[in-house]
C-alpha cells in the first residue's frame, strides 16, 4: 500500500505540527527528514491491517480542522499554530479511537524524528551536573504531644 501525494503532504504538516524541532536545543523538525521514504517504507513493511490503520489515522487528522476549529481547509493549508492545536485537540479527545488513531500517526513520527541522527546525539548527550550545594539543610524534630 502507498500513500497518495496528497495523503504524504497531509501527514508531513501533521508530523510537521507534533515533532516541530527546536532550534535552541539544536533538534531539527521533522519536515526536513524523509517522512515520504520513510512511511512508503512503513506501508510496504506492516500487515495490511496496520498500513490502513495509518492511513486511517492520516485522513482523520488532515480532515480535522473542519471539525475542531470550523474551517474548511485541511491540515496542509492551515498555520503551523492551528495545526498544533488541531492535533492537541486530537490527542486530547475524550473520543478513545480519536486519541488512539492520532497517537498512531505520533508514533509513526517519533520512529523517524528519533532515529536522525542530531536527535540523537542530544537525546544520548549527558545532563549538565547540577551545581553542587554547600549548604546544609537543618533538621527539626517536634515532640509528640503526650495526651
Known sequence: MTLSN????WAEAALGAIFPGSKDAGMAGIRGMDVRGFLSEVLGAVPFQAALGLRIAIWL????????????????????????????????????????LTLILKTMGALLWAGDDAVRAHMLAPAP?????????????KRAAVA
Open 61 to 100: 487528522v488532515a480532515l480535522a480542522p473542519l471539525f475542531i476549529i470550523g474551517r474548511f481547509k485541511t491540515i496542509s493549508g492551515l498555520t503551523q499554530p492551528d495545526r498544533e492545536r488541531v492535533v492537541a485537540a486530537l490527542v486530547g479527545h475524550r473520543s478513545y479511537a480519536l486519541r488512539s
Open 129 to 141: 551536573a547540577p551545581a553542587p550545594k554547600n549548604e546544609l539543610i537543618p533538621l527539626r524534630v
Open 6 to 9: 496528497l495523503e504524504t503532504r
